[in-house]
């Protein structure tokens, strides 16, 4: 991020600094110079040349990190939002992911990349599985350098085996070409481990490891990978503290203990588990074995790119596990083990954890960058009063709460409206991509991959007689 944007002060907010103790401050400034955070406490002394934001009846906190979304699906928003996880993979493993040419990879990037920053999520890793050719990767690239957030590019391509693009020349020079050196605030290696007893992944976690990135796999989806992939990985010794194992959802005990002895972290989609099917969103198994943990959306094909959503429907459905695990032993839960503060650190510092990044980003203290969320709206019956101001985070604020964005010291986003984006172009290119898909397929396919077929429900035996109410005379018919 450039440095010569001018300092930056915020007055008067409730600051959650997501430092070690999780202080949080009334009333507090936080101020900004050189792009990083230069002190938080009240009546700070700003330069005289610094830009004032007043964030009175506000909630600052640090910019959130999704840890694994496929960005090249956000053209297709909302496409999915009745499929099964059977459905996707047909869809776009089978189907229709290779009509996607490097300008729609670009076109969902780019939308992808600005909804990210809008919703004050300034760190996302682009679980980017659509990357066919190298033409593709480049497109990719060119979109996140666009936009003034920090995105770590995980490269993947469910077009061939990571064996065989993770091998090839091409993909070597990109990384040389656009990695080395590069605009974007991190790399990975983005593939699933099938549990094949030969292990053919091995040759990607070979240049991994050659390359120094961090590899991340979807793990524990049911029906696609299992404990085995975990096992292979582990006694291969490919398991370290960087590797992201995502959802981690339909793991035995044995899984987690070599992801907890190897250092690892579980990037989980709640919202995608809930209705994809990966299996139960883990976070009340992960809890016991101490697995750190960082949240993701996934894609916009199905849910929103919003971490607002994510740490809502985590703390429910932890929740809702641990009651329902107490009833069936007919014990009563009195008091919830999952609190609110926590799912505020694991969408903040746990995924700059995640990234190896929790020095530079994920908190408001002196000396890290200056990645900051104003949420603010005095429009808003829900902003007022704010008196659990981690539950507020969770359970009251959402997205158009998000009133200023900071990446590192750069304002992106105030007073509600983006700042040097320009989401006019990135409409179009959508556009463009949607006509394109949309004449390739054919209209019939089009509306079918959108309108899978409702199974039906069994309505069951019901030993009451069914009986029909008779509003005017207010008396049952028979
Ligand atoms: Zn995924």
Redesign the pocket.
């Known amino acids: 991020m450039s440095a010569t944007d001018r300092p930056v002060v915020f007055r008067n907010g409730l600051v959650l600094t997501m430092d070690d103790a999780h202080t949080v401050l009334p009333g507090a400034d936080v101020l900004v110079i050189d792009g990083r955070i230069a002190e938080v406490g009240v009546n700070l002394t700003a330069p005289d040349d610094a830009l004032e934001i007043d964030a009175t009846d506000g909630i600052l906190m640090p910019g959130m990190v999704d840890t ?1 979304r ?1 960005m090249w699906q956000t053209a297709m928003r909302g496409y999915g939002a009745d499929w099964t996880l059977t459905q996707y993979f047909v869809w776009y493993y089978l189907e229709s992911g290779k009509l996607f040419r490097p300008e729609d990879v670009y076109a969902g990037n780019l939308l992808g990349a600005i909804e990210a920053i809008d919703a004050g999520v300034t760190t996302t890793v682009d ?1 980017s599985h659509g990357l066919q050719t190298p033409d593709h990767a480049d497109a990719a690239v060119d979109a996140l350098e666009e936009v003034p957030g920090r995105f770590v590019l995980a490269y993947g391509n469910i077009q061939q085996g990571p064996w065989e693009w993770a091998t090839s020349p091409e993909f070597r020079d990109f990384h040389r070409r656009r990695i080395d050196g590069g605009k974007l605030a991190g790399f990975q290696m983005a593939f699933d481990v099938t549990g094949d007893p030969a292990f053919p992944e091995r040759a990607a976690f070979e240049v991994a490891r050659d390359l120094g990135a961090a590899v991340t796999t ?1 793990a524990g989806v049911w029906g696609a990978t299992n404990d085995d992939g975990i096992r292979l990985m582990h006694e291969n010794g490919f398991m370290n503290p960087s590797t992201v194992y ?1 959802h981690a959802a339909t793991l035995t005990h044995d899984s987690y203990n070599r992801i907890a002895a190897t250092g690892g972290s579980v990037s989980v989609s709640t919202e995608s588990e809930q209705s994809a099917g990966q299996g139960y969103p883990p976070t009340w198994q992960l809890r016991h074995h101490d697995i750190p943990v960082s949240l993701s959306m ?2 916009s094909v199905w849910w929103s790119g919003d971490l607002f959503s994510a740490m809502r429907a985590t703390l429910g459905a932890d929740r809702s596990r641990e009651h329902l695990e107490a009833h069936a032993k007919q014990e009563t839960i009195t008091h919830c083990h999952l609190r609110a503060e926590q799912v505020v650190e694991w969408a903040t510092r746990g995924g700059a954890r995640a990234l190896g990044m929790d020095s530079t980003i994920g908190a408001l203290t002196p000396g890290r960058q200056a990645d900051v969320v104003l949420i603010k709206n005095d429009a808003s019956p829900v902003m007022f009063p704010i008196l659990n101001p981690h539950g507020h985070v969770v359970f009251q604020a959402q997205r158009g709460d998000v009133h200023t964005v900071l990446v590192g010291g750069r304002v992106v986003k105030r007073d509600g409206r983006l700042v040097g984006v320009d989401l006019a172009a990135a409409r179009a290119k959508v556009a463009a991509t949607i006509d394109h898909l949309r004449e390739t397929m054919g209209e019939e396919a089009w509306q079918r991959g959108m309108n899978p077929d409702v199974p039906e429900t069994a309505i069951l035996e019901n030993p009451y007689q069914y009986t029909e109410w008779d509003a005017g005379s207010a008396q049952w018919k028979h």
């Open positions: 694994h496929h679980w979807h995502v996934d894609t």
